[in-house]
C-alpha cells in the first residue's frame, strides 16, 4: 500500500501521505519526473532529500518506487475536493440533526465505485465521507478503501461511537485517514444521551475515543453546542485540551436539508452567533457534495439542480459551475429587500432558512446590524 501521493491539485503539485497534515509543493518538472520513474527504480535524491525533511519516520532508502509511491493522473476537471454522505442512517437520533429524518438509504456498490471513480477523474485529492452516520453502511469500509487505493486524502466525519471496533481500527491503521472528525454532544451521561436520544450513548462515544485516541488516529473534535448541552460548553472544550486534541466549537443550528424548521428548537438563544461574513466561495467551482444516491450539488446547503454522477458520469460535472453561479445569484426570499445589493449572507443558506420560515435573526446579518 502506498505511503506517499505525488498529485496535481487545482493549478498546483503536490507530496502528500495519508495519516498526515504536513506536505511538499511539487514543481511540475518533478512531478513530471515521479509520472515517467518506473515502479522498479528507487527514489531518487531529491525525494528521500523531500521526505526526510517532512517525515523523517519514513525510509525509503534503497526501496522501488512503486512500493511506496503513487501518482495521480492529471485531471482535465478543476475539481480538488469533495464531501459524500455515503448514507442518511444514524445510530443517534440527534435533535439538532440537520438530515432530518434518518434514512438508511443509498446507491448499491456498483454505483458507489463509480461515484468514487468519477471523482478521482475529476482531480478529487482531498475528499470527506460523511453521513448519517458513515460507520454503519454496509459498504463504509471497502468504500474507504477503494478511495484510498484511488489516491485519495481521506476525512471521515462520524460520531465516534463505532470506533472502537477492531474491523475500523485495523482499516485505518493500514489506510491512514488524513483526519478523522468527531463530532461531540456533551461532557456527562444526561445531556449527551439525552440530545442524542439514546441510552447509552455517552458511553459508546466514550469507548470510541478511548480506542480512537490509543491506536492514535489523527483526531479533531466538533465540540456542538445546543439548548441541552450549552451549560457545559466548557466541560467539554476542556475535555478536548485533557485529550490533547485539536476542536472547534459549533453553536448555530441549521433546517434541515428538507428545509424543515423543527431542529431549531435546539439552538441555544445565548450562544448564536453571527455568521462570518460571506465574501464568495468556490463550491460548484473546485469543489462539490454527492448525496447517497449519487446526486451532486454544489455544497451540502445548496442542493438544488443536482447531477446525477452514475447515471452522467463526469460530462455531468460541466454543469455544475453554471449552477453555482446561478445558486448564488437568486434573491429568494430576500427579494423584496432593498438592501439585498449589499448582502453579505450565502443565498443558498438564506433560501434554506427561509423554507423553514426562521427568524430573520439567525440568518439575516443586516437585521441582527440593526438590531
Request: with cysteine; aromatic share 8%; hydrophobic share 35%.
Amino acid at each position: 500500500m502506498h505511503a506517499l501521493i505525488a498529485s496535481p491539485f487545482l493549478e498546483q503539485h503536490v507530496l502528500v501521505r495519508p495519516g498526515s497534515r504536513s506536505g511538499a509543493l511539487l514543481p511540475e518538472a518533478r512531478y513530471e519526473e515521479l509520472r515517467a520513474l518506473d515502479a522498479e527504480a528507487p527514489a531518487s535524491s531529491w525525494l528521500l532529500d523531500s521526505v526526510a525533511g517532512q517525515w523523517p519516520d519514513l525510509d525509503l532508502t534503497g526501496r522501488p518506487a512503486g512500493d511506496f509511491l503513487l501518482v495521480r493522473q492529471p485531471s482535465s476537471w478543476s475539481y480538488g475536493k469533495a464531501s459524500w454522505e455515503i448514507n442518511l442512517g444514524c445510530n443517534f437520533d440527534c435533535k439538532h440533526c440537520y438530515l432530518g429524518l434518518k434514512m438508511q438509504a443509498g446507491m448499491p456498490w456498483e454505483d458507489k465505485r463509480r461515484c468514487l471513480d468519477v471523482m478521482a477523474e475529476a482531480g478529487v485529492l482531498w475528499l470527506q465521507i460523511t453521513g448519517g452516520e458513515p460507520t454503519i453502511d454496509r459498504d463504509f469500509m471497502r468504500a474507504y478503501r477503494y478511495a484510498f487505493e484511488l489516491g485519495m486524502m481521506i476525512t471521515v466525519s462520524t460520531n465516534g461511537s463505532l470506533l472502537w471496533r477492531r474491523n475500523l481500527l485495523d482499516l485505518f491503521r493500514e489506510c491512514p485517514p488524513y483526519r478523522v472528525t468527531v463530532s461531540m454532544y456533551g461532557a456527562a451521561k444526561a445531556s449527551y444521551d439525552g440530545l442524542t436520544q439514546r441510552p447509552g450513548a455517552w458511553d459508546q462515544f466514550v469507548q470510541g475515543m478511548n480506542a480512537a485516541r490509543h491506536a492514535r488516529l489523527p483526531l479533531r473534535m466538533s465540540v456542538v453546542v445546543t439548548e441541552d448541552s450549552a451549560h457545559e460548553e466548557q466541560a467539554m472544550v476542556d475535555l478536548c485540551n485533557t485529550w490533547g486534541l485539536e476542536h472547534n466549537v459549533f453553536t448555530n443550528v441549521t433546517p434541515t436539508i428538507y428545509g424543515g424548521g423543527e431542529v431549531l428548537t435546539a439552538q441555544s438563544a445565548q450562544h448564536l452567533k453571527t455568521r462570518k461574513r460571506f465574501e464568495g466561495c468556490n463550491a460548484g467551482v473546485t469543489f462539490f457534495h454527492t448525496d447517497p444516491h449519487g446526486q451532486v450539488s454544489i455544497c451540502k446547503i445548496g442542493r438544488d439542480d443536482q447531477i446525477s454522477l452514475p447515471r452522467e458520469g463526469i460530462q455531468g460535472l460541466a454543469r455544475l459551475t453554471s449552477i453555482a453561479d446561478r445558486l448564488m445569484l437568486r434573491t429568494g426570499g430576500c427579494s423584496g429587500c432593498t438592501l439585498s445589493g449589499s448582502c453579505t449572507v450565502c443565498r443558498p443558506l438564506a433560501k434554506h432558512y427561509q423554507e423553514a420560515k426562521a427568524p430573520l435573526a439567525s440568518y439575516c446579518q443586516h437585521r441582527q446590524e440593526a438590531g
